[in-house]
């Protein structure tokens, strides 16, 4: 979602969903087997779960209330015993005493969308998901809801390979929109509905993953979708997936089918006052955007003329990263700023041409960065947020032509005020764990873009562009880890890259890298931090030359494409190193591209 930071960068939230009509496509996915191999050795033998979710939907568009069946086929792909499984019931953190209301009233500084607002709720403005019967393979189950997580006990284990059919009926109430979902949002959306439905946790080699909702990010299982809304007639929605015909009608509502193949979540949004417009991307999906007549005609122009730039964005991903899967892509007015979801994406209409544009192509980028290479982002978030905002900077860059020498120099600035501000933590927090969301919001997009436009400075762009579409190749429609765009790194480049990880992801360890003296031809610089790096160096000499000289890490055993004059490695645990120059020098400048994250850039310069 998109990036907010205190005084450095606006804040941004989107949702995400589609709609056509049309029988569901073929989308490339891993198979679903136990055993899901590719290219990569650390994945031979990889395993992931599997769910296809069969729902029944009923609407009151009056009360906010909905009626819902549920039929879940799970397969336990693991070689593990499963004696339990567990939902996300993710609407019941929108109730006074949830662990969201308290959070925010606790943390220093807090949401300005939530703080004490659910506090406030009245039973009506609430959220709520009640589990009225759940069955395995037509057993009725022993359950209990705990805030937003509802812990089943089994009628007889999962056995690996095995396939279960839950069964479930439930009812539930949308809240006030607060935080992502809700009703009429405050530019009168009626209905922005994400994380809606009881949704399975997700389970792997680390065990489950029930993480209650206090603020945070989202991780679900693999598998496919077929939902039937029934909803009043006379409203618009888009929704992730395929529309399966015509909608059937019966008296004032009407009933549309779904179906959302090889995704891990689904998102609708409803108003009866949406314009649909569709604009078609040759050789790519069908664009949708769905916004309010009701909006002010600057705003609505800015809807249509931003159109054209939502597919140049799209049409950039697909190259730079990997082919867009699906057959369409939707933008639709509503939630509480910005947030991505499968297919589609959710955004407050009322804004800029610009901002419009801007916020579209970060959560747009999701789709390539979380709903395809769908890493966890409670445990990584900067993988998500990060690398979203890496790739983004870089369309924004060519498709608004603003031409900027480096598109991630604002990451760079915020990761540097973060770093020295004695309030960072190390990038291996959990999402809900940050003592500020300030941090929080600095570490995984900030930070998380750093990482990626470093590792550039460290492999050599044109390896990291190749990193970024083998790591697409191997690892969309997986659930990847940190590890695996590092290794795919190494593949690339040949490079030993082990200690960026751990020294950047794994720790608070900053690059210093100073210049200490410049006598004649000699040059010694010192390590002051703790964080490893290879040097870039631009010496001037006196004669008005300059000549670029490249120190290799040594232990990265080996050296990045470079031009640069190549000379001794340095090893980390020297806090010096002495070399000499070809000629008389007059200055000398550390990393002239300002690539490498150093926290005091004032003595890379003598």
């Given at each position: 979602?998109?990036?907010?930071?205190?005084?450095?960068?606006?804040?941004?939230?989107?949702?995400?969903?589609?709609?056509?009509?049309?029988?569901?496509?073929?989308?490339?996915?891993?198979?679903?087997?136990?055993?899901?191999?590719?290219?990569?050795?650390?994945?031979?033998?990889?395993?992931?779960?599997?769910?296809?979710?069969?729902?029944?939907?009923?609407m009151d568009v009056n009360s906010y209330q909905y009626q819902g069946k549920q039929q879940l086929v799970y397969t336990n792909n693991s070689p593990d015993v499963l004696n339990k499984v567990f939902y996300h019931l993710y609407f019941?953190?929108?109730?006074?005493?949830?662990?969201?209301?308290?959070?925010?009233?606790?943390?220093?500084?807090?949401?300005?969308?939530?703080?004490?607002?659910?506090?406030?709720?009245?039973?009506?403005?609430?959220?709520?998901?009640?589990?009225?019967?759940?069955?395995?393979?037509?057993?009725?189950?022993?359950?209990?809801?705990?805030?937003?997580?509802?812990?089943?006990?089994?009628?007889?284990?999962?056995?690996?390979?095995?396939?279960?059919?839950?069964?479930?009926?439930?009812?539930?109430?949308?809240?006030?929109?607060?935080?992502?979902?809700?009703?009429?949002?405050?530019?009168?959306?009626?209905?922005?509905?994400?994380?809606?439905?009881?949704?399975?946790?997700?389970?792997?080699?680390?065990?489950?993953?029930?993480?209650?909702?206090?603020?945070?990010?989202?991780?679900?299982?693999w598998g496919n979708f077929d939902v039937k809304l029934t909803i009043n007639k006379n409203y618009v929605v888009g929704g992730t997936g395929y529309l399966q015909g015509e909608p059937t009608v019966k008296g004032n509502k009407k009933?549309?089918?779904?179906?959302?193949?090889?995704?891990?979540?689904?998102?609708?949004?409803?108003?009866?006052?949406?314009?649909?417009?569709?604009?078609?991307?040759?050789?790519?999906?069908?664009?949708?955007?769905?916004?309010?007549?009701?909006?002010?005609?600057?705003?609505?122009?800015?809807?249509?003329?931003?159109?054209?730039?939502?597919?140049?964005?799209?049409?950039?991903?697909?190259?730079?990263?990997?082919?867009?899967?699906?057959?369409?892509?939707?933008?639709?007015?509503?939630?509480?700023?910005?947030?991505?979801?499968?297919?589609?994406?959710?955004?407050?209409?009322?804004?800029?041409?610009?901002?419009?544009?801007?916020?579209?192509?970060?959560?747009?980028?999701?789709?390539?960065?979380?709903?395809?290479?769908?890493?966890?982002?409670?445990?990584?978030?900067?993988?998500?947020?990060?690398?979203?905002?890496?790739?983004?900077?870089?369309?924004?860059?060519?498709?608004?032509?603003?031409?900027?020498?480096?598109?991630?120099?604002?990451?760079?600035?915020?990761?540097?005020?973060?770093?020295?501000?004695?309030?960072?933590?190390?990038?291996?927090?959990?999402?809900?764990?940050?003592?500020?969301?300030?941090?929080?919001?600095?570490?995984?997009?900030?930070?998380?873009?750093?990482?990626?436009?470093?590792?550039?400075?460290?492999?050599?762009?044109?390896?990291?562009?190749?990193?970024?579409?083998k790591y697409f190749t191997d690892f969309s429609f997986k659930h990847p880890k940190p590890l695996d765009i590092v290794r795919t790194a190494e593949r690339v480049s040949g490079l030993e890259l082990d200690w960026y990880l751990i020294?950047?992801?794994?720790?608070?360890?900053?690059?210093?890298?100073?210049?200490?003296?410049?006598?004649?031809?000699?040059?010694?610089?010192?390590?002051?931090?703790?964080?490893?790096?290879?040097?870039?160096?631009?010496?001037?000499?006196?004669?008005?030359?300059?000549?670029?000289?490249?120190?290799?890490?040594?232990?990265?055993?080996?050296?990045?494409?470079?031009?640069?004059?190549?000379?001794?490695?340095?090893?980390?645990?020297?806090?010096?190193?002495?070399?000499?120059?070809?000629?008389?020098?007059?200055?000398?400048?550390?990393?002239?591209?300002?690539?490498?994250?150093?926290?005091?850039?004032?003595?890379?310069?003598?």
């Amino acid at each position: 979602m998109k990036r907010s930071f205190v005084f450095l960068l606006s804040l941004s939230f989107l949702l995400s969903c589609s709609t056509t009509k049309g029988a569901a496509p073929t989308v490339s996915s891993p198979p679903n087997t136990a055993l899901a191999t590719n290219t990569s050795s650390e994945t031979t033998g990889y395993w992931q779960q599997h769910v296809d979710y069969k729902m029944e939907i009923d609407m009151d568009v009056n009360s906010y209330q909905y009626q819902g069946k549920q039929q879940l086929v799970y397969t336990n792909n693991s070689p593990d015993v499963l004696n339990k499984v567990f939902y996300h019931l993710y609407f019941n953190a929108f109730q006074p005493g949830s662990e969201m209301d308290v959070r925010s009233r606790t943390i220093a500084d807090p949401d300005r969308r939530v703080e004490d607002r659910i506090s406030k709720l009245k039973p009506n403005e609430i959220g709520y998901i009640n589990v009225n019967s759940l069955k395995q393979n037509g057993t009725i189950l022993k359950y209990e809801t705990v805030g937003t997580v509802l812990e089943v006990e089994l009628a007889k284990p999962i056995q690996p390979g095995e396939k279960v059919t839950f069964d479930m009926v439930f009812d539930a109430q949308v809240p006030v929109q607060i935080r992502r979902s809700g009703r009429n949002n405050k530019e009168g959306v009626a209905l922005s509905m994400t994380q809606w439905y009881p949704k399975l946790a997700e389970y792997d080699f680390e065990g489950w993953h029930a993480d209650p909702y206090i603020g945070r990010e989202f991780h679900g299982v693999w598998g496919n979708f077929d939902v039937k809304l029934t909803i009043n007639k006379n409203y618009v929605v888009g929704g992730t997936g395929y529309l399966q015909g015509e909608p059937t009608v019966k008296g004032n509502k009407k009933t549309m089918h779904f179906k959302a193949p090889n995704v891990h979540d689904f998102t609708w949004a409803a108003d009866p006052e949406y314009i649909h417009d569709t604009l078609q991307i040759e050789n790519g999906p069908l664009l949708n955007f769905y916004y309010k007549k009701t909006l002010p005609k600057e705003n609505i122009k800015f809807w249509k003329e931003f159109q054209p730039k939502a597919a140049a964005l799209i049409q950039y991903y697909s190259e730079h990263v990997g082919k867009y899967p699906y057959e369409q892509y939707s933008v639709i007015q509503g939630g509480d700023g910005g947030m991505e979801y499968a297919m589609c994406t959710l955004i407050t209409g009322k804004r800029s041409f610009g901002s419009l544009v801007g916020v579209t192509a970060h959560e747009m980028a999701h789709t390539w960065f979380q709903f395809l290479l769908a890493s966890n982002e409670a445990k990584h978030e900067w993988m998500d947020e990060g690398f979203t905002s890496y790739i983004s900077d870089l369309a924004m860059n060519e498709v608004m032509e603003t031409n900027k020498e480096n598109p991630t120099a604002g990451a760079y600035r915020n990761y540097l005020y973060l770093a020295k501000s004695g309030k960072e933590q190390p990038l291996t927090t959990h999402a809900d764990r940050y003592a500020y969301n300030q941090a929080y919001s600095i570490s995984a997009y900030s930070k998380g873009e750093v990482f990626l436009a470093q590792l550039g400075y460290v492999i050599g762009e044109e390896n990291l562009k190749k990193t970024i579409k083998k790591y697409f190749t191997d690892f969309s429609f997986k659930h990847p880890k940190p590890l695996d765009i590092v290794r795919t790194a190494e593949r690339v480049s040949g490079l030993e890259l082990d200690w960026y990880l751990i020294d950047f992801g794994q720790t608070t360890n900053t690059i210093d890298y100073g210049i200490t003296s410049v006598e004649d031809k000699t040059i010694t610089l010192e390590r002051i931090g703790l964080m490893p790096m290879p040097i870039d160096l631009t010496v001037t000499y006196t004669d008005g030359t300059t000549q670029n000289y490249y120190i290799p890490l040594q232990m990265m055993r080996g050296e990045k494409p470079t031009t640069a004059t190549l000379i001794k490695d340095w090893a980390w645990a020297y806090p010096t190193y002495t070399f000499n120059a070809e000629k008389s020098v007059k200055s000398v400048q550390i990393d002239p591209s300002g690539l490498m994250a150093d926290i005091n850039p004032d003595n890379n310069k003598k």
